[in-house]
């Protein structure tokens, strides 16, 4: 279902009320973008989705990390902060930042075959699932 979109001068009030200021980055955008990305951006950083909100912010500072984005670095890394994300956490992201780029470009170095990984994985998979279930036992 389709929501009505907030008049211009309405979503620069909610985004000051929500942030105490109208950010730079938000005020340079067309008024037609702005009020088009602002509910989705308000829902994403404060609203309840699927994803609570510190894994959320956990997954935007890993995302940050790995395409070297410092504005989104340093805003996720303190929003995880605030919502409770500890130093052993942030340390762990750290690695696993570097872990999925890493290893996609060992891989795609190689070009290798995408089916065989495919089926590769499918076998761990499998293997892994028996080795839990055989430890149920």
């Not at 105490?20 to 088009?36: K, S, V």
């Not at 995302?63 to 052993?88: K, M, P, S």
């Not at 696993?96 to 290893?103: D, H």
């Not at 060992?106 to 499998?126: C, R, S, W």
């Amino acid at each position: 279902m389709a929501t009505q979109q907030q008049p211009y001068d309405e979503t620069v009030t909610d985004i000051e009320e929500t942030f105490g200021i109208m950010p730079g980055y938000l005020d340079a955008l067309p008024e037609d973008a702005l009020q088009n990305e602002w509910p989705n951006l308000k829902r994403f950083l404060f609203g309840e989705t699927a994803i609570d909100p510190k894994t959320r912010e956990l997954v935007g500072l890993a995302v940050a990390a790995a395409i070297g984005c410092e504005y989104c670095r340093h805003f996720h890394r303190g929003a995880a902060q605030l919502h409770g994300a500890t130093e052993a956490e942030l340390a762990e992201l750290s690695f696993l930042a570097s872990y999925t780029p890493r290893y996609s470009a060992l891989i795609q170095a190689q070009d290798y075959d995408l089916e065989v990984f495919k089926d590769e994985t499918e076998q761990i998979a499998t293997h892994l699932q028996s080795q839990s279930a055989a430890g149920d036992d």
